[in-house]
């Protein structure tokens, strides 16, 4: 994904780049469509960029706050979690090929716990902007107190982390996917508050 997104911010930095994303920020900000169609459009619009749709989204904000300033198409910092990540990714692959039969099991248990782990917290960080936003969305500012929002994000993470670890002293490790699985569609099914 590292090489697709370098491709997407050369290709938007390119002067049509940069004219088209213009345009698309301003119809995206200023068109009164539906929010579902909005977000169909941008993530058409991350898949040709080859970005990701949080990307979008801060470039939305800091147009909205600047307007078309060169900051829009700065290249991304570097980030030293997506570089570590590759390399541990290569390291997982040569790895994988080493594991002893008897504990391929237990690994494909802890592949699929990490990606409903990651799934998740991407959720709750999406709640997150979405509380922000909500709160936030009037004429005039709600709050200066940052607390508010950062004490519920720590609220969700605690709970979620202590459900697990509930999970991991009470039961076997082979049950872990199937007692968080159905925590989180309790979850759904009580139509657990963004707020």
């Given at each position: 994904m590292e090489k697709t997104t370098d491709r997407g911010q050369k290709d938007m930095q390119s002067y049509e780049g940069q004219h088209n994303s213009l345009l698309f920020f301003e119809k995206i900000l200023s068109c009164s469509g539906k929010p579902e169609e909005k977000r169909r459009q941008v993530l058409e619009y991350c898949s040709f960029f080859g970005i990701q749709e949080r990307t979008i989204w801060k470039k939305l904000a800091m147009f909205r706050e600047v307007g078309a300033t060169d900051k829009l198409f700065k290249e991304d910092e570097f980030n030293y979690f997506k570089d570590t990540d590759e390399q541990i990714r290569e390291?997982?692959?040569?790895?994988?090929?080493?594991?002893?039969?008897?504990?391929?099991?237990?690994?494909?248990?802890?592949?699929?716990?990490?990606?409903?782990?990651?799934?998740?917290?991407?959720f709750l960080c999406d709640s997150l902007l979405h509380f922000f936003l909500e709160k936030e969305k009037g004429a005039y500012r709600e709050t200066w107190d940052m607390s508010l929002y950062t004490d519920f994000f720590e609220h969700k993470m605690f709970r979620e982390l202590d459900f697990i670890h509930e999970i991991i002293n009470m039961y076997s490790f082979e049950s872990l996917n199937d007692k968080y699985g159905t925590w989180l569609w309790e979850k759904v099914l009580d139509e657990e508050v963004l707020i």
């Amino acid at each position: 994904m590292e090489k697709t997104t370098d491709r997407g911010q050369k290709d938007m930095q390119s002067y049509e780049g940069q004219h088209n994303s213009l345009l698309f920020f301003e119809k995206i900000l200023s068109c009164s469509g539906k929010p579902e169609e909005k977000r169909r459009q941008v993530l058409e619009y991350c898949s040709f960029f080859g970005i990701q749709e949080r990307t979008i989204w801060k470039k939305l904000a800091m147009f909205r706050e600047v307007g078309a300033t060169d900051k829009l198409f700065k290249e991304d910092e570097f980030n030293y979690f997506k570089d570590t990540d590759e390399q541990i990714r290569e390291q997982i692959l040569v790895l994988i090929k080493k594991l002893p039969l008897e504990t391929i099991k237990d690994f494909k248990e802890l592949v699929s716990f990490t990606e409903i782990f990651l799934d998740r917290v991407r959720f709750l960080c999406d709640s997150l902007l979405h509380f922000f936003l909500e709160k936030e969305k009037g004429a005039y500012r709600e709050t200066w107190d940052m607390s508010l929002y950062t004490d519920f994000f720590e609220h969700k993470m605690f709970r979620e982390l202590d459900f697990i670890h509930e999970i991991i002293n009470m039961y076997s490790f082979e049950s872990l996917n199937d007692k968080y699985g159905t925590w989180l569609w309790e979850k759904v099914l009580d139509e657990e508050v963004l707020i």
